[in-house]
């Protein structure tokens, strides 16, 4: 009860401080939810940034049809409990138009059913536990699910010539859907799972997990979790006189981790959906606009926020600020292009695209290699 | 071989439980009051340690002075904050103590952002091989090391010091000790200096172990410490040591063979649970 009451309070003055900054003549409104307090603030500063430079770029050409489009943020701290009350808000109070997960599945997938019901479309951006597109047609989502980013992570082992692999999973929808999805596909690409431990999101010290993991002596290390985990489990790990590859994802995702796993980061591969070395103009300008704007290099959670909420903005071009059913079908029917690739949903509105694989080189992320295999890496479809 | 690698993890970290759970047992001892933001002078000293290592280049002047603004900061909570509930039930106290807990978890964050801070260059990372492939790196030695001297020389000066002695006759009777003369509120300053500048010295150890401190590094500490005293037998300082590493050994041992079924974050309770229904007094108190 005092934890809730403290952090409520907060949550409402970080809400009254984003509705009270936002210009008095916005009139189309866009719903955000994204942890600003709590254990996932990082990755929510980063979505924030993301989704304000979105709307930034988009209000600085003259909105939409005519009418400028505002921001309501509000602070989901990543649980579920605090993104219902937001999310019954931004339908009831706010009256937004369409709303935007900037959050982790936990709260994303509570947000889902409330704005589903009120048929409001939900665009999400980096969320990926597959209940979220279940739970109807006006929900969508830019990022690959957690089973598809699993699947292409074996799929990197197999690349790597590598067999015997051990997986460290982050204890927690995340974690467990990359596991699941490496566990389907491992048996097909001739990968032998030699072991397999969980750990808690607040574990930062993992000395015995790291011995266990030495005896098991494998080729290839598989191991999920987000930068602050993931920075001092490889620093613990090559401390040990671990050598072998170590392949992370999405979570890993953030110059924060090669800050704090320093030299140890060096080498570390990661399953991503933003190509720093890419070639291709919307991510160029995304990578040069961002760090203009924030003095800070992207990250995927910020890319993909961005991604989110430009889908949404090109959904309300088309409709002309209409919301509901009308901006449902723009936004199924679009296609773009984006900082995280060319996307086109498919009849679940999950988007199919590459996985991008990173490597840590001289303290930065830079292109390994992209891992296309529209077989393996096909996201769900409609139950028929 | 693994098993003398999972003792030596599990040493390691025991020991840094010790220090934070050895301040958290004093304070008990003396006021009778469970200081849940103990914890939040853990992360104080960790954030002060990186900054002032940072811009100075010195890691020891980094421990020192976190444990010097983590001790100081611990005086100012006893001073502020518990010494007007002293006359209220203990609850009260306890309340206060989560309170401001929380909002010096989201004061971190406001001044040092959500993003954490690490050492722009992590010192004692050297690896150490000592053969057998056992390798550890030169911190978490250091970690074990320190810890026994600091607490060997804290042991010895409350046996021999006058203020030493005044600290355990406080602890045993307040009113007969402030009746030979013994300032009840110097012995209990210097109580929250000493735990709280222990905590600190924790702080920086961790932060040096995963070179990262975070706002809410304090959170898991903050009740496992808690579980730790009430397994020493609240308040008795050898106890609480020893609960320390006993806790440290058994979570190195439960994560790699009790992990399906108990989160390691967990282990701490269910032992918690186990010694209380044989031994409610706790484990190692006397009666």
């Not at chain 1, 649980?79 to 109070?93: F, G, Q």
């Not at chain 1, 409709?319 to 498919?346: C, E, H, M, Q, W």
């Amino acid at each position: 009860m005092k934890f809730r009451t403290a952090r409520f309070s907060l949550m409402t003055v970080a809400a009254a401080v984003a509705l009270s900054t936002s210009p008095a003549w916005a009139q189309l409104k866009m719903g955000f939810n994204v942890p600003l307090t709590g254990f996932a603030a990082a990755d929510g500063k980063s979505a924030l940034d993301g989704a304000k430079l979105a709307v930034e770029q988009a209000n600085a050409k003259g909105g939409v049809a005519g009418q400028k489009i505002e921001l309501v943020v509000y602070d989901d701290q990543a649980v579920a409990k605090e993104a219902v009350p937001s999310a019954t808000k931004m339908v009831d109070r706010d009256k937004v138009v369409v709303a935007v997960s900037g959050s982790y599945s936990g709260s994303t997938r509570a947000a889902a059913s409330i704005f589903q019901n009120a048929k409001i479309p939900y665009v999400v951006a980096y969320a990926i536990h597959p209940d979220i597109t279940l739970a109807g047609d006006y929900m969508f989502r830019v990022s690959s699910m957690g089973e598809v980013q699993g699947r292409g992570g074996a799929k990197l082992v197999q690349n790597l010539g590598k067999k015997r692999t051990v997986l460290i999973t982050v204890k927690n929808d995340f974690g467990q859907a990359l596991a699941a999805g490496f566990r389907d596909a491992a048996p097909k690409l001739g990968i032998n799972i030699v072991n397999e431990y969980e750990y808690a999101m607040p574990d930062r010290q993992f000395g015995a997990l790291v011995s266990k993991v030495k005896s098991d002596n494998p080729e290839v290390i598989y191991a999920s979790g987000y930068f602050f985990n993931a920075g001092p489990l490889v620093s613990q790990l090559r401390a040990a006189g671990i050598t072998v590859p170590i392949i992370g994802q999405e979570g890993y995702d953030s110059d924060k981790f090669i800050e704090i796993a320093g030299p140890a980061s060096e080498g570390t591969l990661i399953t991503t959906s933003l190509d720093r070395d890419s070639t291709e103009p919307a991510t160029r300008a995304f990578l040069a606009d961002y760090r203009k704007a924030t003095n800070a290099g992207a990250d995927m959670v910020a890319a993909s926020s961005y991604t989110a909420v430009s889908v949404a903005i090109e959904g309300l071009r088309k409709t002309g600020g209409k919301g509901g059913a009308a901006l449902r079908d723009a936004i199924a029917a679009g296609s773009y292009d984006t900082p995280i690739g060319k996307l086109v949903f498919n009849d679940l509105n999950e988007v199919k695209k590459d996985i991008q694989v990173q490597i840590v080189k001289d303290k930065a992320f830079r292109r390994h290699s992209v891992i296309s295999d529209p077989v393996l890496l096909a996201p769900p479809t409609k139950a028929k | 071989m693994l098993a003398i690698e999972l003792v030596a993890q599990g040493l390691i970290q025991g020991s840094i439980y010790a220090l934070v759970a050895l301040g958290l047992t004093l304070v008990y001892g003396l006021l009778r009051i469970l200081h849940v933001a103990h914890a939040a002078l853990f992360t104080l000293g960790g954030y002060v340690g990186v900054l002032v290592c940072n811009a100075s280049g010195s890691l020891a002047l980094g421990f020192l002075i976190a444990a010097l603004v983590a001790g100081f900061g611990g005086v100012a909570m006893f001073r502020l904050a518990y010494q007007p509930l002293l006359s209220k039930p203990p609850y009260v106290a306890l309340i206060a103590s989560i309170g401001l807990f929380i909002a010096s978890e989201e004061a971190f964050r406001i001044i040092f952002g959500a993003q954490g801070m690490s050492f722009t260059n992590p010192a004692l990372q050297q690896q150490l091989v000592l053969g057998w492939g056992l390798q550890f790196k030169l911190a978490e030695i250091l970690v074990m090391v320190s810890t026994a001297s600091i607490i060997g020389v804290l042991a010895w000066l409350q046996a021999r010091t006058r203020i030493g002695i005044a600290c355990q006759a406080t602890v045993s009777d307040p009113q007969m000790a402030q009746s030979f003369g013994i300032s009840l509120l110097k012995v209990r300053d210097i109580n929250f200096f000493v735990g709280s500048a222990l905590a600190g010295f924790a702080g920086v150890w961790v932060a040096l172990l995963n070179n990262l401190v975070e706002p809410t590094m304090g959170s898991v500490p903050s009740y496992k410490a808690l579980a730790i005293i009430v397994l020493g037998g609240l308040g008795s300082v050898p106890g609480t040591l020893a609960a320390a590493l006993l806790l440290g050994v058994i979570e190195a041992f439960g994560t790699i063979y009790l992990g399906d079924i108990l989160d390691r974050n967990a282990i701490a309770f269910a032992f918690l649970i186990a010694v209380l229904m044989v031994r409610p007094q706790g484990l190692f108190a006397r009666s």
